[in-house]
């Protein structure tokens, strides 16, 4: 079964350690994929906003394009980023349940020579990696457990609100469910799914500064050595502004923060530079780990 | 789908459907979408049996050869038979017979057998609305029709056979 | 008296009823009445305003004896409805009851369709068909069943302990199966109940104590139902009595037992108490149970699990009634009625994970609180945490599991009440403060709204809003160590956060987890949540549509004590009718073998489930047991000579009633 896979602007631009790692776990654990040609930005949380029909079209594109390029009568597309994998599956959702906006958009698709029929389904890597290839799949696989890592999972909102396709949107577990089959510990935190504040860090930014507080204060609280996310708006979010926050609240927050595909990585023990590990602020210490080869604790 | 009734015009076909429904459960449940007044097709007509296991299979062929465009027959859910096994006879016979209809070449969406049980209201209504349509994109069977002209054509041939006329070139 | 008219020729009377607006306003009766006059054998067609009133069933009779009618035809609400009225309507004028048929044109027709035009072709179909069917009637006699006057109660709650006494005070015998240990359902767990604040079980002991001693109850507790067979007025059920390695004879409830078994303190969770205490092997679920008797839990037993027990309870015991080697008990009884109490089940709150049920030690639900408030209770009335804390704030959260359609839409129509009194009862045993989070406050019974003013009066706190979380997440140091419940204030407009050290979650009634397999055996039917189903919401919430059976109580649908109450003597009233009417009517709507038709070739033998019909091995024929027969056709269908014939349902009956939907006759024109 081979998967499409869109990467989405973000992954090419700052996001693009997310890319690297996802891109060197697929290959160590050998999942076919391949990149969807000629993809366009999804439009993300602005252009809804702007033209809800005119930014169903733009992201149906990409549906269109992807049955064109595969056969299966299920087009499996993966979208890491979690705001395109929103835009997406509310595409693909409003373009099945919706006759009005089937027509409305199909129509200006025509226009392209392009039509959508239903056959995409879009997947989060999060949700491919524990449920399609399995726990028990990636656990054969793994070389360094990661025993006496303390993770804090952080789901962000899109992939679980509004629709939650593969985990309970109050309270998921597939991200914490990989990390102890990794043999990390997963601390059980109450903000897993709290908003981070998206793009308010670049317009309102003490509102998003807030809001990423809120967050990591909790998690370095519950005793996490690391926060793990599955969208780049997120990690950056939570990674880039802690000396500001620092400031501003007389916080004393130091966490590391990547992507759960980094850590996932690391795990597998894929070399460093392959996972766009160099791309972090904050260096991640695993000394205290233990693991039968000691090179790791150098490789960081 | 739940769409709003349709208003025949006069004059124009509209799918007949006779439907045996099974008293404790399918006709309690229409019953229950009248008290509910959950609108719909008006084009089933229904023949009240005490349980789906009395429908023979020649009401159906019967049904079929005296005009109706459809055949329904509503039960109770497998398991929940007021009389224990009823409707596993009425499915073991309705397997049965969509075979036979479709040798003879009457189309599979034009005899259903439906599952619906007492509190299930909605449920007639979808049934009745679905079939309809299916039936009406079908259009009609028209068997009697098609029997007086076959019988016409035997008479013809019988006539022909018996030297009573020239042979006519059909 | 039950002829059928001038040397059996048919005279058919036709009466097409408007029911007031109802059919009248869609369906064009004039037209139906015209037309109907127009078809061969009608003598008499007209409508009228309500045919089932007393001048319309007087019409009828007067028509039989004025026109020597042999036919009768209604045309107006569902046979389910009205049929027996007519049917007695028709007898009464001196015709066979079954020389009559019911044509639905308001259920079926004018309440579900709006095209005029379109309803009263239907509506002309149908009577069409009646009129063709009505030929083949033929004159029947009335099946009558004897009604075995002994009553069975299926679970021993509030409902069916009221049902027993009722029936026990007039009479009757009753037999009163229980699963658990002891009779007294939920309503033995609640510490007091609502708006009177009366002690629960000061209320219900006593009557637990008089189905006790009552010489017209037997009481098989610890039991339960494992087969029904037969009909109503003649059930004959199974009953497995489960070992309670007890003698019940013998055992007179000292308890010593318990005192002397060798675990010095219990291990296993105490059931009762929800699991906020532990129990020993053998036990006895509350002081008051009834019978008060104990028994022995295999499960955590030792001389059960090892056989090497010292078995100091036997020892204990100077009456010898502990008996290992028990076994199971089946008992077989005879009933004319059933009534089915069995209860519910609360809603589990582990399904909904953000609120911490199971996570949180300090999460409750509702009943594990009426525990903690009983001072018979695991910690004797005094409100101590699971961490041993006193709570001094507690928030209790309205509607957890109803109203929602992410798990159970209904309302479950007691939690309101029951969150004030435990609010109430809250405050009495700690002086916390309490905050309530509702959706709406449902106070509807007798002198509910004022327990509700009371409340107010008291300064329990009441914020309007649907609780989105419960988390130990803190952002001030001042809700370090609580639990930060979060709502939306909606009548302020603010999302608040509430720290409190107890949360309580009023969680719903769901239907039995075995609801399901309870009703197959019984032969009813279930509502879509899974209740049992009443036959008229409005006009029979006890009965089923199964003759005989009734039910009562919370089995029915969400309901407290004084409603539960009510339905048991309700439930209980319909037994007594059919009882001491001694005997009941049945439709005789029974197959039989044409035995000169039969050719004795053995298909309808298995297929029978009532195994009514047998082979008469002289004869080499079939022959069907009127008294099994329940009338489904099954086996008529079946027979490929045609030789089995259904009174009512004749093959003629039905093959006149598709011919007469599908004939193509021009309908007469209407408005």
């Not at chain 2, 229950?32 to 609108?39: D, E, F, K, Y």
């Not at chain 2, 034009?110 to 007639?124: D, H, K, N, T």
């Not at chain 3, 028709?90 to 709006?114: A, C, T």
């Not at chain 3, 209904?410 to 029951?418: G, I, K, P």
Request: with cysteine; net charge neutral.
């Amino acid at each position: 079964m081979k998967y499409l896979s869109y990467p989405g602007c973000s992954l090419r631009s700052t996001g693009r350690a997310y890319e690297e790692s996802l891109v060197a776990v697929f290959q160590a654990l050998e999942i076919q994929y391949e990149e969807l040609k000629d993809w366009n930005c999804c439009g993300a949380t602005s252009y809804v906003s702007i033209d809800e029909m005119d930014a169903f079209a733009l992201a149906a594109r990409n549906l269109a394009l992807a049955e064109l390029q595969s056969p299966e009568s299920t087009v499996k597309l993966i979208a890491p980023c979690s705001a395109c994998y929103l835009v997406l599956s509310k595409t693909e959702r409003y373009l099945e349940d919706y006759p009005e906006v089937s027509t409305n958009v199909n129509a200006k698709l025509d226009k392209a020579g392009l039509h959508y029929n239903g056959r995409v389904e879009v997947r989060h890597p999060l949700d491919v990696l524990v449920n399609d290839y399995g726990l028990e799949n990636i656990v054969k696989h793994v070389q360094y457990p990661l025993k006496g890592l303390k993770v804090a999972c952080y789901y962000g909102c899109q992939v679980v609100r509004p629709f939650a396709k593969f985990d309970h949107s109050h309270y998921p577990v597939t991200m914490d469910k990989l990390v102890q089959a990794l043999g990390a510990e997963s601390v059980d935190w109450p903000l897993k799914t709290r908003c981070c504040g998206g793009s308010l860090t670049g317009t309102t930014q003490e509102a998003g500064l807030r809001l990423n507080r809120l967050l990591l204060k909790e998690a370095q609280k519950r005793g996490a050595d690391i926060l793990l996310t599955c969208c780049p708006l997120c990690q950056h979010n939570l990674e880039c502004y802690q000396e500001r926050i620092n400031r501003i609240y007389k916080e004393e927050i130091d966490l590391p923060v990547a992507y759960f595909t980094q850590l996932l990585g690391v795990a597998l023990g894929l070399p460093e530079k392959e996972l766009g590990m160099q791309r972090l602020f904050k260096k991640l210490s695993l000394e205290h780990i233990t693991h039968p080869k000691g090179e790791m604790a150098n490789a960081w | 789908m739940g769409t709003a009734e349709e208003h025949p015009k006069a004059n124009s076909w509209e799918p007949r459907i006779v439907a045996f429904f099974c008293n404790w459960c399918t006709y309690t449940a229409a019953d229950l979408a009248g008290v509910s007044r959950l609108r719909h097709a008006p084009n089933a007509r229904i023949i009240r049996v005490m349980c789906s296991g009395r429908v023979d299979p020649q009401f159906i062929l019967d049904a079929f050869s005296k005009g109706a465009d459809g055949v329904l027959i509503g039960g109770c859910h497998p398991g929940d038979c007021h009389y224990m096994e009823g409707n596993y006879k009425a499915l073991r016979r309705v397997q049965l017979l969509k075979r036979m209809l479709k040798q003879m070449n009457i189309e599979e969406h034009r005899f259903r057998l439906e599952w619906i049980s007492a509190s299930e209201g909605e449920r007639v209504r979808t049934v009745m609305n679905e079939m309809t349509e299916h039936v009406r994109k079908l259009g009609p069977l028209g068997l009697p029709k098609k029997f007086q002209e076959w019988d016409k054509e035997m008479e013809i041939l019988e006539r022909t056979v018996n030297g009573k006329e020239e042979s006519v070139h059909a | 008296m039950h002829g059928n008219g001038l040397n059996g020729s048919i005279r058919i009377g036709f009466y097409v009823c408007h029911c007031g607006h109802n059919i009248a306003s869609i369906v064009d009766v004039k037209a139906v009445a015209d037309y109907v006059k127009t078809l061969p054998g009608v003598i008499i067609s007209c409508e009228y305003k309500y045919m089932c009133s007393d001048p319309g069933q007087e019409l009828i009779q007067k028509d039989i004896k004025e026109h020597s009618l042999t036919r009768i035809i209604v045309a107006s609400c569902s046979p389910l409805l009205h049929e027996h009225t007519f049917r007695a309507a028709v007898e009464k004028g001196g015709l066979n009851p079954y020389f009559f048929q019911m044509v639905n044109i308001r259920e079926d027709v004018s309440w579900v369709h709006s095209d005029r035009r379109a309803a009263t072709e239907k509506a002309q179909d149908l009577a069409r068909a009646a009129v063709q069917r009505v030929f083949h009637h033929k004159a029947l006699e009335t099946k009558h069943v004897k009604i075995h006057p002994d009553v069975l109660v299926v679970g021993g709650g509030i409902a069916g302990i009221h049902a027993s006494l009722t029936l026990a005070n007039a009479g009757k015998k009753v037999y009163l199966v229980e699963r658990d240990p002891t009779i007294g359902g939920h309503m033995a767990m609640f510490d007091k109940t609502f708006p009177t604040l009366d002690c629960a079980a000061c209320i219900l002991t006593p009557k637990m104590s008089q189905v006790k001693n009552h010489p017209n109850i037997t009481l098989w507790t610890y039991s339960e139902v494992s087969k029904v067979d037969g009909y109503v007025g003649n059930y004959k059920i199974e009953v497995k009595r489960k070992p309670r390695y007890i003698n019940e004879e013998l055992c007179v409830g000292c308890m010593d037992c318990i005192e002397k078994c060798v675990y010095k303190e219990g291990r296993t969770p105490d059931e009762f108490n929800k699991g906020l205490s532990k129990r020993k092997p053998i036990y006895i679920p509350f002081p008051q149970a009834t019978p008060q008797i104990v028994l022995i839990d295999p499960e955590s037993c030792i001389e059960f699990k090892s056989g090497r027990c010292k078995k100091t309870c036997v020892e204990a015991c100077d009456r010898k009634a502990i008996d290992f080697q028990q076994k199971e008990e089946m008992k077989e009884i005879e009933v004319g009625t059933i009534i089915l109490a069995t209860g519910y089940h609360t809603f589990d709150a582990k399904r909904i994970p953000f609120y911490g049920y199971g996570k949180y030690p300090n999460v409750y639900t509702s009943l594990e609180v009426e525990r903690l408030v009983n001072a018979s209770g695991p910690t004797g009335g005094e409100m101590i945490l699971r961490d041993g804390r006193h709570p001094k704030t507690v928030g209790i959260i309205h509607c957890v599991g109803s109203r929602d359609k992410n798990t159970n839409r209904w309302c479950s129509r007691t939690c309101c009440m029951y969150s004030l009194k435990l609010a109430h009862l809250l405050k009495e045993h700690t002086e916390a403060e309490v905050y309530n989070f509702y959706i709406d406050i449902r106070a509807a019974g007798k002198a509910y709204e004022e327990f509700y003013d009371k409340l107010l009066d008291e300064n329990v706190h009441f914020i309007r809003g649907r609780v989105a979380e419960v988390s130990d997440w803190a952002v001030r140091p001042s809700e370090e160590g609580k639990l930060i419940i979060r709502a939306e204030d909606t009548m302020i407009g603010i999302v608040r956060r509430i720290p409190v050290d107890m949360v309580v979650l009023a969680v719903g009634m769901e239907p039995q987890a075995d609801s399901q397999d309870v009703r197959r055996m019984f032969n009813i039917s279930c509502s879509t949540e899974g209740f049992f189903l009443e036959r008229h919401p409005k006009l029979a919430p006890v009965d089923t549509f199964t003759d005989g059976i009734f039910i009562a109580g919370a089995c029915q649908g969400p309901k407290d004590i004084p409603d539960s109450v009510a339905q048991a003597g309700a439930a209980a009233a319909q037994a007594l009718t059919l009882i001491d009417t001694g005997e009941i009517e049945l439709e005789p709507n029974t197959a039989f073998v044409v035995q000169e038709e039969c050719s004795g070739c053995r298909t309808c033998l298995t297929i029978c489930p009532y195994n009514a019909i047998s082979r008469d091995e002289v004869k080499q024929k079939a022959y069907i047991n009127e008294a099994l027969c329940k009338g489904c056709g099954t086996c008529v269908a079946a027979c490929p000579s045609g030789s089995i014939k259904q009174n009512l349902f004749e093959d003629e009956m039905i093959f006149s009633e598709i011919n007469g939907l599908l004939e193509h006759t021009p309908a007469v024109c209407c408005e």
